[in-house]
């Protein structure tokens, strides 16, 4: 009788988790179209900056304004690497995301922390700072896209 | 020979214009991605709060951070209804956008107020005020929706 009260439990807790993880989007498409959209977004904000950053006196408005918003999206995209979300619509996510949570977060927080280096810099106006601060968020987005992104 | 001149200013300053608008998108595909993209992002967020206020007791985290966020998003996709995108890949945008650019912007303005009021509800955590506030700025995508985006 403990046994089957304890397996009620857990199939209930785990039915709770699965209806958390899936809360905020209707389905897995839902989920794969959020975070593209949001890994959209960012990755023409990061070349705004980079064709600004081949003038040799770049807007740093433009600048300042891209990488103020980079910094709001960067933790976005991420909660929508929901279980289930495999294989789904044209999703280019490879399977590591799942098999290898730990260095797929590794890089992703990797990138957050250059991505907000990159707002630092770019509110400082200091171009050479900005230039050094891009390159590092740039690599930071290729080595994740190398490893857990299908090639198209 | 002025007149001549004259011209030449004009098409000059035309051009530099458009090079301007052109900016931030490398084609009018980019535009039409990134603001759908913007947008769906958004639209997923008012869906977010919806789904709260489902509940008698919704969480008041989840909708403070959404609607945090929809209020930095609310210009995002409007820089990218630039000319030349209109019948662009999948675009719902219906041309109206730029044959009657004051009402389409007095919308955009209308929507943006109102999610200001919908982040400044959501940060003083009252339900009802919350709940008011977001039926205001869903009747302000609505109906923008209805006058500039084609039905699906």
Redesign the interface.
Known sequence: MQQRHLALALALALLLCTSRVW????KPE?AV??R???L??MG?LM??IA?QLDYSRPNLE?IRTSAA?LD?LKT?PFEAFVEGTLDVGDTAAKPEIWTEPERFKKLTVEMQDRVASLNDAARSGDVAAIRAAFGEAGKACKSCHDDFRKKR
Do not use: P
């Not at 809360?23 to 209707?26: P, T």
């Open positions: 809360a905020q989007f209707a839902t179209r959020y593209q959209s949001a959209y977004v023409n070349q705004r064709a433009t918003l709001v976005v």
